[in-house]
């Protein structure tokens, strides 16, 4: 497993600026490797980080970012390494926005389909709640599957079910965590807060859930932002999840 550090908020469209410095503390002490973000210049810092994923695609990296645009060209080279890719994203969003490139972080799951980077039924969202009139019509064209996080709440058992059932036709899983899937009682931390949303043991026990099925190959953190912080309370959890994804 390798640590890979991707300090870039370029992608957030100005909305989550900060979540740049969280690599360096989530990783402080930790050895890592860093990808380099080009000032100014989204294109460019993509491209970067294309090529940092296509190198060390075989040591099953974790990447830190930033936001979550970087899940685009993460997933983009471990799609042309893994023709069957799957992709798993704790997320309140279904950044399913109208697809303009560079990509941002409202457009990323859109752009993954629309680029034929993924078969439709391989892509499936857990806690998405917040949904904008736009990506309705795209979602159900397309199908995709989600696990809300009101259905978390009221039927655990059942959610679980339904992701066992999904893991169970994947063969290569990218795991990405957007830290917004979780509640902001418990996550501040982050630009985009949305309400009802997981809790440290619904998230953790599907996370470990998708860990424990043996198919994830790669995986990233996202959007946590320490500027928006309070008393640390997102960045303490956020290390506690990257503590179970540096298990890969």
Do not use: W
């Amino acid at each position: 497993m390798k640590l890979v550090q991707v300090p870039s908020s370029q992608g957030s469209l100005e909305k989550n600026l900060g979540c740049e410095l969280t690599p360096e503390i989530l990783l402080e002490g930790k050895e890592s490797e860093t990808v380099d973000v080009v000032a100014s210049d989204l294109e460019a810092t993509d491209a970067n980080i294309y090529s940092k994923a296509k190198e060390v695609i075989s040591e099953k990296p974790v990447f830190v970012g930033g936001d979550h645009s970087i899940t685009y060209s993460l997933f983009k080279a471990f799609s042309e390494n893994f023709p069957d890719a799957s992709l798993i994203i704790f997320d309140a969003h279904a950044d399913c926005d109208v697809f303009f490139k560079p990509v941002s972080h409202q457009d990323l799951n859109r752009a993954v389909i629309e680029e034929n980077l993924i078969e439709k039924e391989r892509l499936l969202i857990i806690g998405l709640r917040k949904i904008y009139d736009v990506e309705k019509p795209f979602l159900e064209e397309h199908n995709i599957t989600t696990i809300s996080s009101e259905g978390i709440h009221n039927n655990f058992e059942k959610v679980k079910k339904q992701l066992q059932e999904f893991l169970s036709k994947q063969k290569n899983i990218y795991l990405s965590f957007d830290i917004d899937a979780l509640d902001p009682s418990i996550a501040p931390g982050t630009g985009y807060k949305e309400e009802n949303g997981l809790t440290e043991k619904e998230s953790f026990d599907l996370l470990e859930q998708v860990l424990d099925s043996g198919k994830v190959k790669s995986a990233d953190l996202v959007e946590i932002n320490p500027k928006l912080d309070e008393n640390e309370k997102t960045v303490s959890i956020g290390k506690k999840i990257l503590e179970k994804l540096s298990s890969l």
